[in-house]
């Protein structure tokens, strides 16, 4: 099943059924208005929603269908309870520490990375993506994201895929100038994490078939930047936690409200020729090999598409397609 | 103006308003649903609050009036889309600091500290907070915050201030011993940070009066742990960040949803004597003195209650008053 939230009637959009090709779409007022109502009260909606997707699939009532057009679309959830962002491929980070000289901690292999999102204000697949200023080093960053429904506290491992009710894209902007003075002062990431955009549509994980396995998205991520293919490694290669173990990580101390989305950090292969997920590593790669970065961060006007293919080459998600631009 | 939430009609609970001296409420079904309904659209639904809590404090169409209980109470926001927490008394990160012999950065001192809460899991002013490991290094931090409208991208200080809507009263939780390890990994605070409470009610800042000035609180914070009288320092002493530079800061590459949380941060006082608003504070002062910190942390079964008085003595938001128990 795939969905997605057309932008009309209020801030959190209008929830419609699409079709596998994304052709077609269905308004499901009578199921549920919003997709966080549907994560609401998940177990009794999905089901109807599931039978609303077979029908469109099969064109019964086609009179109430409507063209899918992504361009109408907000970010599945635009706007949610909680964000939280992983940094599941290890050798991504230990690839930044190599690039200024540092060892990494060992436990970085097995204590994961997090760090929380806004949440209020997602950008759409086709938005426009505001910054106020070039200077403060605008980077992609392509990455899969699981959309959960309530996750007990301590939830464990073993137990936390089954939170995992819908995947989407991510392409989670990142400021690379503010961040070393906003992580010196010790809190983390806030004003250099801007507004994550969102693939058009959120799938369930059986739309991924064997693709979906360990918690993991065995599928190439691509991204291109105006136009020039930038990278696709494989999302479910080197990625050294799983999402049960992200989940698993972020109840340690909470409990996850339903519509929590959790990211997999930028995707990251040690297979180098299958490009990046961020211009950061691969200025790090230039500066490691050339012992100065060549490629520019993005620029107002620069474009970044960000999408996954499944085994006969048809889109999942479709594409995330921003602009860059002047606030 | 005052309002809560009652922990009825679903996740979001249902809007009352209150009465100035916390006995009596009224749900307003005809005007917003809910406190997030509420500021979704504040510029029309504030006035007919306002009307119906003029009306309450008259005693008009009281058949409709309920007794108020704060044990009846979620968050004034049970889930919310964004909370971000300063640390606006500088004074307390320079103590933390001159505990561990670390000189603080000058820019501490203009540059805000902040750092994003969950929001998705919010507790009620009489919840029990529940932890899994008293070992943790459980801790209160008692903090004001504001509760905004939509705030744009680039918000100046100076205009800030205007999308101040409601305050209420917090309790940030902390985990001390997770802090360390946790803030060495460079990403910031998410598994110390466990579910924050708040306040039964979030107030209009007209309800303070005077004490309402330059973006701050000017009345003392009272915490208790275990009935004890721990801290009564002043929010509106020693704020080194207003609300309104909190915000400012908040915005420089976002924008904030409505129903945005801004917290201060714990209170804290240069003054000593006024005690303090966190376990952490009280326990470095110890260290300074004797060598050794003394004051335990919080074991299961403790209660913490947080309030604030206004000059006549009257409790402005109620009390909260949580019970640390065995998650």
């Known amino acids: 099943m795939k969905l997605a939230t057309l932008r009309r009637g209020g801030r959190d959009g209008r929830l419609v059924v699409v079709s596998r090709d994304l052709t077609r779409c269905r308004l499901v007022p009578g199921i549920a208005p919003t997709l966080q109502a549907a994560l609401d009260d998940w177990v009794s909606v999905e089901p109807k929603l599931a039978e609303c997707a077979a029908a469109l699939e099969h064109g019964v009532g086609n009179s109430e269908v409507l063209p899918f057009d992504p361009a109408q679309c907000a970010a599945p959830l635009p706007r949610a309870y909680h964000w939280v962002d992983g940094s599941a491929y290890v050798n991504h980070v230990e690839l930044v520490r190599k690039a200024r000289g540092a060892d990494m901690p060992a436990s970085f292999w097995t204590d994961p990375l997090v760090y929380q999102g806004g949440s209020d204000d997602l950008l759409g697949a086709r938005d426009d993506a505001p910054f106020g200023d070039a200077a403060w080093g605008i980077d992609l960053e392509a990455e899969v994201a699981v959309i959960t429904d309530d996750v007990p506290m301590a939830t464990r491992v073993e137990d936390a895929g089954t939170h995992v009710k819908l995947l989407t894209l991510v392409n989670d902007w990142s400021l690379r100038a503010l961040i070393p003075g906003e992580l010196a002062k010790g809190f983390g990431f806030y004003q250099s994490k801007p507004a994550t955009a969102f693939s058009p549509v959120a799938v369930t994980p059986n739309e991924l078939g064997d693709a979906w396995r360990d918690c993991k998205v065995h599928r190439p991520l691509v991204s291109h930047v105006n136009g020039q293919e930038f990278g696709r490694p494989d999302a479910g290669t080197d990625m050294t936690f799983s999402f049960a173990q992200l ?18 950090g930028t995707v990251s292969n040690y297979d180098r ?18 012992g100065t970065p060549r490629t520019p961060f993005l620029q107002f006007g620069d474009r970044v598409t960000i999408e996954m293919f499944d085994a006969a080459g048809k889109t999942i ?6 602009r860059v631009v002047k606030q």
Do not use: P
Request: net charge positive; aromatic share 2%.
């Open 273 to 290: 020729s299958l490009g990046s997920s961020c211009l950061a590593e691969k200025r790090l790669l230039e500066q490691l090999e050339h």
């Open 317 to 322: 998600f479709g594409a995330l397609d921003n």
């Open 247 to 264: 989940i698993a990580h972020a109840t340690k101390t909470r409990r996850l409200g339903a519509g929590t989305i959790v990211g997999s």
